[in-house]
């Protein structure tokens, strides 16, 4: 069994900052990449930014400059650190990780969610 739990969501004002965190548990052979998306209301699933387990990172241009991703592998953990947050920003953002099990191949596991709202 596989678990994402996510945390550092919540409440922040235009202009602010927030740092996403998320720890990956369970009996993980491998984390392959891991990464954040996002889905406000109405809108579909969209990638916000990843990261391979070598440290190469990619980001969404909504994220690029304002957003910056790292992991930490021994703690298999994903953190999302967003500044200059804007209300369009607000979403739920989802950690996501590829990861293999001893007894699976490579999949795409998700975690929970948490609430990011950016007041104007």
């Known amino acids: 069994q596989v678990q994402l739990v996510e945390s550092g969501g919540g409440l922040v004002q235009a202009g602010g900052s927030l740092t996403l965190s998320c720890a990956a548990s369970?009996?993980?052979?491998?984390?392959?990449?891991m990464g954040w998306y996002r889905q406000a209301p109405g809108k579909q699933r969209e990638l916000v930014a990843r990261i391979t387990s070598g440290g190469s990172t990619y980001y969404a241009d909504s994220a690029k400059g304002r957003c910056t991703i790292s992991r930490d592998n021994a703690k298999k953990m994903v953190t999302l650190q967003m500044n200059s947050l804007k209300p369009e920003d607000t979403a739920v953002y989802y950690c996501?990780?590829?990861?293999?099990?001893?007894?699976?191949?490579?999949?795409?596991?998700w975690g929970q969610g948490t609430q990011v709202t950016v007041s104007s």
């Open positions: 996501y990780g590829e990861i293999s099990t001893f007894l699976t191949l490579s999949t795409d596991y």
């Open positions: 369970g009996s993980i052979f491998r984390i392959n990449d």
